[in-house]
C-alpha cells in the first residue's frame, strides 16, 4: 500500500484544552484566588476565555482593573491552587494514541501553550508523555498568544515553513495565533471556547472529540 504523503511536517498542540482536561480546573483556581484576596470573582464564562493565554494576561482579562501589584498576589494563588489540585485532572481518553500515531508518521511534535515551563516540564516529566514531543514553548518564556512568535520560534527550530505547519487549540487565542502566523489551524470543541466562537476563525476543522481529531488528522495531516 502506497503511504499518502505529509501534509504538515510540524503540529503544534496547546496544552490545557486540547490534550489535558483541566478547562473546568483553571476556571476553579482563578475564581478561588479572587476569593482568597478579596476581589471580584469573574462568572465561569470570563474565566474560561482567558485559558491559554499567559497568566498574566488571563488574570487581567479575567479580572480587570485592580492595581497592579495586586495581579502577582492573584497570580501566587492561582499557582498554590492549581499545584494542590492538578494531579485531579489527566489527558483527553484517545490522546496519547493519538500522539504515538502522528509520532509513527514522523511529523515533529510541539505544544505552543499558555502555561508556564514548570507546569508544562511537570505534565511533560511523566512516563506517559516522556519522547512524544520534540519541541515546546511557553508563556513565560516568549511572547504569549494570540502574538506568533511561539509558532515562529518552533517554526524556525526545524527549518519548517509555515505552509508545512499546522496548529491544533480549544481557544480563539490559539487560533489567531496561527492566522498570524500564517499557519493553518483546526480547532477542538471540548475545551475552553465555544464552537461558534471557533468556527468564526475558520480553522480547516472542529473537532469534537479525540477520536473526531485523531481521524481527521490521520486522513489530512
Known sequence: MTTRPRRYDLIAFE???????????????????????????????????????????ALQHAVPGLEAERY?????????????????????DGTLDMLRALKNRHHWLAVATGKSRRGLDEALGTTQMRGLFDASRTADETFS??????????????????????????????????????????????GAHDAQALEDLEPLFIAGSTADLHNWLLAHA
Not at 73 to 92: D, K, N, T, V
Not at 173 to 182: E, V, Y
Request: with cysteine.
Open 72 to 92: 502577582p498576589e492573584l497570580g501566587l494563588r492561582y499557582r498554590h491552587h492549581y499545584l494542590a489540585s492538578q494531579h485531579q485532572i489527566s489527558l483527553f
Open 145 to 190: 498568544k494570540p502574538h506568533p512568535r511561539m509558532l515562529q520560534e518552533l517554526m524556525a527550530e526545524f527549518g519548517v515553513d509555515a505552509e508545512r505547519s499546522l496548529m491544533i487549540g480549544d481557544t480563539t487565542h490559539d487560533l489567531q495565533m496561527a492566522g498570524n502566523a500564517g499557519v493553518a489551524s483546526v480547532a477542538v470543541s471540548y
Open 15 to 57: 496544552w490545557d484544552g486540547t490534550l489535558f482536561d483541566s478547562t473546568a480546573l483553571i476556571v476553579r483556581c482563578i475564581q478561588q484566588s479572587c476569593r482568597d484576596i478579596g476581589v471580584p470573582v469573574p462568572d465561569d464564562e470570563r474565566a474560561s476565555f482567558v485559558i491559554g493565554l499567559g497568566l498574566h494576561d
